[in-house]
């Protein structure tokens, strides 16, 4: 039937009932395509301009349908043969090109067959002027999506650009905030503990060159070495805080053994183990470990009364753990502690860890030994 001529009641009714049937059925897999790609990953899959699309037996259900009711409404007039170009667009954006291909020729044909129907004879420029549409619709449909895979692979490498920023700013941030406290341990060891020093020499050479009996003299001065002794042994614990020396010369793992060792002289056995190969965590992690693990075994010495302790440390994929276990005669974590060198106790362990993302847990009970056990994420970069 030609596109001119006048449509019965009957074949109108068809005409319009097929179009809201096209309709309907390219809303439905449009609103399916447009669903997000997690709602459900049994059915969704993306297809290659980033558009969320459903199984591939589903499109084709799909697709066939609309070229099936689109066929049916050229059966009645060739003018709706300007619906083959969307569907051409279709075809090649959500079929693999493989089937897209074939798609576009069939979808073509028909196109020219409906023509050839409409004039009674097939001629030349019947057939140029859909293959030539086919054509420029099938670059334009391949041209955009090679566009949008090459603005994803841009937007891909800005992001890889802006993460390798963001971890070189914060490993220098680190790097400065490293240099800086180096920096400040020298002034503090060649200004205040050195004049600390200076002051409990000339202290103690003057209670020397005090006369027999000077008692109050001797007693105030007395007093003013005790005091400055006091404030120099506290300098100098700061000193160590800042810049430990056992992470200076070596690793954090062999610090760890070199202070389970020493801890083994005079105390329980002791015993080191390592877990996984180790990889840079920052100097901060690194000293707060080798706390943690001097605070634990400072209070396995003055408190546990153990026989055995185990130090181990483990590096997985993406935290690093420490676990301190003791044999000795256990507590109750719930109640504040010090430790033997008068320091914040498990307080100052969680706290300590807390800071770097981490958890510290301390598991014990009356008799059955005690259990420190802390995991630190790896952090960003993972550079020292």
């Known amino acids: 039937m030609g596109s001119g001529a006048v ?22 897999g449009f609103v399916d395509r447009a669903r997000p790609a997690g709602s459900d990953r049994r059915k969704v899959r993306v297809d290659p301009v980033g558009t969320a699309v459903v199984s591939p037996g589903r499109v084709l259900r799909w697709l066939g349908t609309l070229t099936v009711v689109w066929a049916g409404l050229m059966a009645f007039s060739a003018g709706f043969s300007w619906l083959g170009f969307p569907l051409i667009a ?13 798609a576009v020729a069939v979808g073509t044909a028909v196109v020219v067959a409906a023509r050839d129907v409409q004039a009674g004879a097939l001629e030349a420029p019947q057939v140029a002027g859909p293959v030539m549409g086919a054509l420029v619709s099938t670059l334009l449909v391949l041209g955009y ?14 992001e890889e650009l802006v993460a390798t920023r963001d971890a070189l700013a914060a490993s220098q941030r680190e790097a ?22 200076s002051v409990i020499m000339l202290l103690r050479a003057t209670d020397a060159a005090l006369p027999p009996d000077a008692s109050l003299a001797r007693e105030r001065t007395a007093a003013a070495a005790e005091v400055a002794t006091a404030n120099l042994a506290e300098c100098r614990r700061f000193l160590h805080e800042l810049n430990p020396l056992p992470l200076v010369e070596t690793p954090l793992p062999e610090a760890l053994r070199r202070l389970v060792d020493r801890s083994a002289e005079g ?16 100097a901060e992690c690194d000293v707060a470990l080798l706390r943690l693990t001097q605070e634990a ?18 590096y997985l994929d993406d935290r690093v753990t420490l676990d301190v276990f003791d044999d000795g005669k256990g507590f109750d974590p719930e109640l504040p502690r010090q430790d033997s060198g008068g320091g914040f106790g498990l307080h100052g362990m969680r706290q300590r860890i807390a800071e770097l993302g981490g958890v510290l847990t301390v598991e014990s009970t009356i008799g059955e030994g005690t259990a420190v056990a802390a995991s630190v994420p790896m952090p960003n970069g993972g550079t020292s």
Not at 7 to 28: E, G, H, K, Q
Not at 145 to 158: G, T, V, W
């Open 90 to 102: 279709l075809y090649l954006q959500v079929l693999p090109l493989r089937l897209a291909i074939p």
């Open 297 to 314: 075994l400072a209070n396995v010495r003055g408190h546990a009364h153990a026989t055995t302790c185990v130090v181990s440390l483990c």
């Open 145 to 158: 999506q090679a566009l949008h895979r090459e603005c994803q692979a841009r937007l891909s490498l800005i």
């Open 267 to 282: 105390g329980p056995s002791s015993a080191f183990h390592l877990h996984g190969e180790p990889y840079p965590l920052g």
């Open 7 to 28: 449509l019965s009641d009957r074949d109108a009714s068809i005409v319009v009932a097929l179009s809201v049937l096209l309709a309907a059925t390219y809303a439905v």
């Open 176 to 197: 400065g905030r490293l240099a800086e406290r180096q920096r400040l341990a020298r002034e503090i060891h060649d200004t205040v503990a050195q004049g600390l020093s």
